[in-house]
């Protein structure tokens, strides 16, 4: 796959948004070029390969996620911008964080990164 158009890279969010909600980590995995990193939120110690990005996606079913994307997705050659929201559950309450995710790809349209940006005054009570 040497380009991604914006309808495959829209698609592919899309299904990563579904995997996420319905807690299909294997879904979300395969998305994942071996040796990839998650790094969520940026500025946290990335998360990297296969196994590590199945832990971490793991742990974030039990927060129960809730997701929708609010905007389209923005796509530059292999790499894309897109903003959502996710519902969850954090310390017993249901919050949502509105953050803009970055995926960037390699060659066969698996993600190589994914960076979340948000902080404090991207989340409010749900």
């Not at 959502?84 to 017993?92: D, E, L, R, S």
């Not at 995710?101 to 948000?118: C, P, V």
Request: hydrophobic residues 40%; proline residues 4%; negative net charge.
């Amino acid at each position: 796959m040497n380009e991604l158009s914006a309808a495959d890279v829209t698609t592919i969010v899309e299904g990563y948004l579904r995997a996420l909600e319905s807690g299909d980590v294997d879904a979300i995995v395969s998305l994942y070029a071996e040796g990839a990193s998650v790094e969520d939120p940026v500025g946290s110690t990335p998360v990297v390969g296969h196994a590590a990005i199945r832990a971490f996606y793991a742990k974030a079913q039990d927060m129960h996620p809730r997701t929708k994307l609010t905007g389209s997705v923005r796509v530059a050659g292999r790499e894309c911008a897109f903003a959502f929201a996710v519902t969850v559950t954090y310390q017993g309450r249901r919050i949502a964080i509105h953050p803009i995710d970055t995926f960037r790809f390699d060659e066969q349209g698996r993600i190589l990164q994914m960076r979340a940006y948000f902080g404090q005054g991207n989340i409010e009570p749900a």
